[in-house]
């Protein structure tokens, strides 16, 4: 079952002390990258939610946002005079820097976060707090991967059509393949024949056999054919399988690329080419996809 990189969640939990919301996104990325924005208040929430958002995916471009509303019984506060004197300090050196005027009043940072800390900050309330937002990011992952599992199934059913044209095509070429060998084993030895006869050369039978043996290998498309098949049937094997990992399906996408490259270039055959080039083109839709797959 596939899971896509792209997915989306917004959730939200009320307590007597306000609300608090939760909202992830996240995009294709080779890598995990994890982004968690929150109010100061919260900031030692970060390094949490990094974690728990870590084990619920293996790869992507993550941006986390958290945010709270406090009530209105958490409003009755008191000044942070530690964070109120940092404020007071930069205050003063951009006033220097800037040449601006002395007429900030303390009042006008009161609205600064982190100024005014609530007067109901206790030991109890602040456990009340670290229980809503983990329950709040429970949620939230929850709802989230939902999403990626509903866009894996999109992707999935894509990949597979895509795959089926494939395997449709890598069928007609080995239709054609079987059809065209012995023709051309023939035209080669006539060929082979007629310039040793032109040259005025002794023809000797088992050198000439030999000779279109060693040809013959050079391209012979049998065994890409069969690897091309082996793979196209593992691919198939993992997409069924829990723990498909997206690098793990391109580097197979890769491999039976290089397969068909290899077709391509070995057969004269007019229409082989053709169906290669098609097979190619089913083959980049499936790598198109698999971008997004987790």
């Not at 009340?128 to 999935?156: F, N, P, Q, Y």
Request: aromatic content about 6%.
């Amino acid at each position: 079952m596939l899971r896509s990189m792209t997915g989306f969640s917004r959730t939200s939990i009320d307590r007597p002390f306000g609300s608090i919301s939760l909202e992830i996104s996240s995009v294709n990325h080779r890598n995990q990258e994890i982004f968690v924005k929150s109010p100061r208040e919260l900031f030692r929430f970060e390094q949490t939610i990094q974690q728990e958002i870590r084990k619920a995916s293996r790869r992507g471009k993550i941006q986390v946002r958290l945010e709270v509303c406090w009530g209105p019984a958490f409003r009755g506060a008191v000044i942070d005079r530690i964070v109120l004197d940092g404020y007071i300090r930069d205050t003063a050196k951009a006033r220097a820097a800037f040449g601006l005027p002395e007429d900030v009043q303390v009042e006008q940072l009161l609205s600064l976060p982190g100024v005014m800390v609530s007067s109901q900050e206790t030991e109890e309330l602040e456990k009340e707090i670290e229980e809503a937002i983990l329950s709040l990011v429970a949620a939230g992952i929850r709802e989230w991967v939902d999403m990626k599992k509903t866009e894996g199934s999109h992707l999935e059913k894509e990949i597979l059509a895509h795959l089926e044209g494939l395997e449709s095509r890598v069928i007609e070429i080995e239709n054609r393949w079987k059809a065209a060998k012995a023709g051309a084993l023939s035209s080669m030895k006539e060929r082979i024949i007629s310039f040793v006869e032109s040259g005025g050369f002794d023809c000797d039978e088992g050198r000439l056999a030999q000779e279109i043996v060693i040809l013959n290998d050079k391209w012979d498309i049998s065994e890409e054919l069969a690897r091309l098949a082996s793979h196209m049937d593992k691919f198939r094997s993992m997409v069924d399988n829990k723990g498909v990992n997206g690098k793990t399906l391109d580097f197979l996408v890769q491999e039976m690329n290089r397969e068909i490259n290899t077709v391509a270039s070995k057969v004269q055959d007019a229409e082989i080419r053709w169906l290669s080039v098609e097979a190619k083109s089913e083959l980049e839709s499936v790598r198109e996809q698999i971008q997004n797959v987790e």
